[in-house]
């Protein structure tokens, strides 16, 4: 079982940035895929990312790529999503979640966080 929780959420001006973080407790993120989805008011959850722990190797929805960096820290079994040059429809609720590494990246996942909030004011 992986317990996942994610902090660093907040409110940003247009422009502004902010890193979340996602850990785990319970076990380690070295067979995982991690992922980070986001839910706006009104909206179906959607992909923003995901970073396969063992290799670093990371995909991006296309409207994140090169404003958003998924990373990891070994030490702390951390993951972070830094979010640059955010944007208001970046606002919403966004999820880290785990799932078991495989070929391909994960179509669905196992294990999920709360959720922290965060809102880009224009």
């Known amino acids: 079982q992986v317990q996942l929780v994610e902090s660093g959420g907040g409110l940003v001006q247009a422009g502004g940035s902010l890193r979340l973080s996602c850990a785990a407790s319970g076990r380690t993120f070295s067979n995982y895929d991690v992922g980070w989805f986001r839910q706006a008011p009104g909206k179906e959850r959607e992909f923003v990312g995901a970073?396969?722990?063992?290799?670093?190797?990371?995909s991006y929805a296309d409207s994140v790529r090169g404003r958003f960096t998924i990373s990891r820290e070994y030490a702390k079994n951390t993951v972070y999503l830094q979010m640059n040059s955010l944007k208001p429809e970046d606002t919403a609720v966004y999820y880290c979640a785990a799932a078991v590494s495989k070929l391909r990246w994960p179509r669905t996942y196992d294990y999920w966080g709360q959720g922290t909030q965060v809102t880009v004011s224009s």
């Open positions: 970073i396969r722990w063992s290799a670093g190797t990371t």
